[in-house]
């Protein structure tokens, strides 16, 4: 691991995406920031896809994160939430792709298992761990901020590992472990 380096995480979502940012000094984790887009007053999908387009590459433009750790959609009853889901978090591995910055996809249950220890945790048991471990002064209203740090936090912990999910260092590494996405 670099003595110094950058996480940016990100917690993918149509109605709010959040994102928190830690940097590591000597294995060492620090808060940087956590914050959410709010995307509810837009009723168009292709603006939200957009603004979390440009909210990405404003991220990475303004913090240069060495890494992006990602929350991977999972399946719930509604088909049509998980794709919703996963053309969010498409977009912004796209703006990662775009500026070169690896990304790694966790699942949820697997965020959840490395911040509290339990892979079914609350997302407010998960908020308290990271406001412990972090020290936070206090927790934000919505938890989809708390959300996208966690999986800062939980790339962080998973470095060094082999099998932490999947990893693409561009568009190259994407189409090559990718080759059914392919046409």
């Avoid at 433009?61 to 719930?76: M, N, Q, R, V």
């Avoid at 919703?84 to 910055?101: F, I, P, W, Y």
């Avoid at 490395?114 to 079914?120: L, Q």
């Amino acid at each position: 691991m670099a003595a110094e380096k950058i996480i940016l995480g990100i917690d993918p979502g149509t109605t709010i995406m959040g994102f928190g940012i830690i940097k590591v000094i000597n294995k060492q984790m620090h808060f940087v920031q956590m914050n959410e887009l709010m995307l509810r007053k837009y009723d168009d999908p292709y603006t939200k896809l957009k603004l979390i387009f440009e909210r990405t590459l404003e991220l990475i433009d303004t913090y240069h994160p060495d890494e992006i750790a990602i929350e991977a959609p999972f399946y719930g009853k509604n088909v049509q939430s998980m794709l919703k889901l996963g053309r969010a978090q498409g977009v912004a591995m796209a703006a990662g792709l775009s500026r070169e910055v690896p990304i790694t996809e966790y699942m949820p249950k697997k965020i959840k298992m490395a911040i509290t220890g339990n892979g079914n945790a609350s997302k407010e048991q998960v908020a308290r761990m990271l406001q412990s471990v972090l020290k936070l002064k206090s927790l934000p209203k919505n938890l989809d901020s708390t959300d996208g740090l966690a999986a800062a936090v939980c790339h962080f912990y998973n470095e060094g590992r082999m099998e932490v999910g999947k990893s693409y260092t561009g568009w190259e590494a994407f189409i090559k472990q990718n080759p059914d996405k392919i046409k």
